[in-house]
């Protein structure tokens, strides 16, 4: 499916008026958990907004708090409404957004009434079909400012807390504790990359909207140097339209004691940065592919960061080696056979004097259609045919719409070698591909 790292790597330029306040807890609570759905590395969390519930991609990356797909929402009443441009990320020009002050934003037992918001206006800048799920807006820096905000991974819950001694004292027993710099509402950790056997001073953004485990900018640093072995790539969208780069692996990336081996980097060109207002010193981000093998607690008040191994610390670094992208491109009405749980007669007969079986009905169930957004030039699924627009029927002879898009993505990443068999529909034509993933790094 498509990579979604790049599409919530967002950056809005704006004169933006945080109010001062924020988040506070209600009813004398200390801390609140919300439970997160984690597709693609990315964190999503219900958020109330003017009272209707949204979907929101929880996003260290942004300082903003941005409002798009909503088309089915039209209950939503925003306040003080101005035109104004965004941009960001992409190779294309600006596009028209809103701006709402005063608003109300509400998890259990936590509230902000004094909330900023940008709307996109466009309706093509839709996450949802690249994620499987509704996704209605992007939030960061207002949710994080206050307190101390801890990703549990593991247990796919966001716990937020009012500081005390309790838990600092679990935190200081429990996690390495590491300097975080806070510049323009966003988080920066110095590190260390090794390319070949040269070991280099990095300053990454903390980016939890990235799937990604690294982003370099090779324009920003005349140290860094794409490896050899590379590929070109799709690697998503931004406000300003498509961003494309390579794809390569680096000997290690560094935060302190924690070493990670051959991760995959992506590179992005300098047309998808034109846009990019960088802070100083800054050549990349670190994403949700590094965040994901830790618990994380993030401390802005006091620039610190907290880490813990989590239990997929020492996953291999993977990635799409088909060549597609995947996306969700609508639903089906589909029959399924269902079982009764109601008492039958032990034995029925037809009027031929044969036994019929009644303890099953029909019943008809909505499924997505999944269908190839993009095919990269000279990949496993391009030789083989495969094009862009194909609607996925079944893969690996199991009907397409029996898979999210996360156990997709998974299946497409996970073997180097492994055949994959997929039946389309092109032109009302119904056809058959098979071709094995291969790794270009």
């Known amino acids: 499916m498509k990579n979604v790292c790049a599409l919530f790597f967002l950056l809005i330029f704006s004169t933006a008026v945080f109010a001062q306040d924020g988040f506070q807890f209600q009813n004398n609570k200390n801390k609140i958990v919300v439970p997160f759905e984690l597709i693609n590395n990315l964190i999503f969390i219900p958020i109330k907004v003017n009272g209707v519930e949204l979907n929101f991609l929880l996003d260290t990356g942004v300082n903003e708090t941005i409002l798009f797909s909503l088309e089915d929402k039209d209950e939503v009443r925003f306040y003080n409404v101005e035109k104004i441009k965004l941009r960001g990320l992409g190779i294309e020009e600006s596009i028209e957004g809103l701006k709402s002050s005063h608003n109300t934003l509400s998890l259990p037992n936590l509230i902000d009434t004094d909330h900023e918001v940008y709307i996109v206006l466009d309706q093509e800048f839709n996450f949802s079909s690249h994620i499987g799920i509704p996704v209605n807006g992007i939030i960061g820096y207002d949710l994080f400012k206050n307190y101390l905000v801890e990703i549990d991974y593991d247990r796919k819950k966001v716990i937020i807390y009012k500081e005390n001694k309790k838990i600092n004292k679990r935190i200081k027993k429990q996690f390495s504790s590491y300097p975080i710099s806070i510049e323009e509402h966003k988080p920066y950790l110095f590190s260390s990359i090794e390319i070949g056997k ?78 990019v207002n960088f802070v100083k010193d800054r050549v990349g981000s670190i994403g949700g592919e590094i965040f994901k093998r830790f618990v994380v607690i993030f401390d802005y008040k006091n620039s610190k960061i907290f880490l813990k191994k989590g239990r997929d610390f020492d996953l291999t670094f993977n990635y799409n080696m088909s060549g597609i992208e995947i996306q969700h491109q609508g639903l089906q009405w589909v029959e399924e056979t269902v079982q009764l749980q109601t008492t039958q007669p032990k034995h029925q007969y037809n009027t031929s004097g044969e036994k019929i079986n009644n303890n099953f009905k029909y019943k008809f169930i909505l499924k997505p259609i999944y269908s190839i957004s993009s095919v990269r030039k000279d990949s496993p699924a391009d030789v083989a045919g495969l094009k862009k627009d194909d609607i996925i029927i079944s893969i690996n002879k199991l009907k397409g719409y029996k898979y999210s898009l996360e156990q997709i993505s998974s299946l497409l990443k996970s073997e180097d070698g492994k055949w994959i068999e997929m039946e389309i529909e092109r032109n009302n034509m119904i056809m058959k591909f098979k071709f094995q993933l291969k790794s270009m790094l």
Not at 198 to 219: H, M, Q, R
Not at 236 to 241: H, Y
Not at 265 to 270: I, K, L, Q
């Open 198 to 275: 040269k070991t280099i001073p990095v300053k990454l953004l903390l980016d939890s909207g990235n799937s990604d485990a690294v982003w370099l900018f090779v324009e920003q640093s005349k140290e860094i140097n794409i490896p050899s072995k590379n590929f070109n790539d799709f690697l998503g969208r931004g406000f300003s339209g498509e961003i494309y780069g390579k794809r390569a692996r680096i000997s290690n990336l560094t935060i302190d004691k924690f070493k990670f081996e051959k991760p995959i980097v992506a590179f992005p060109n300098s047309l998808s940065t034109v846009n």
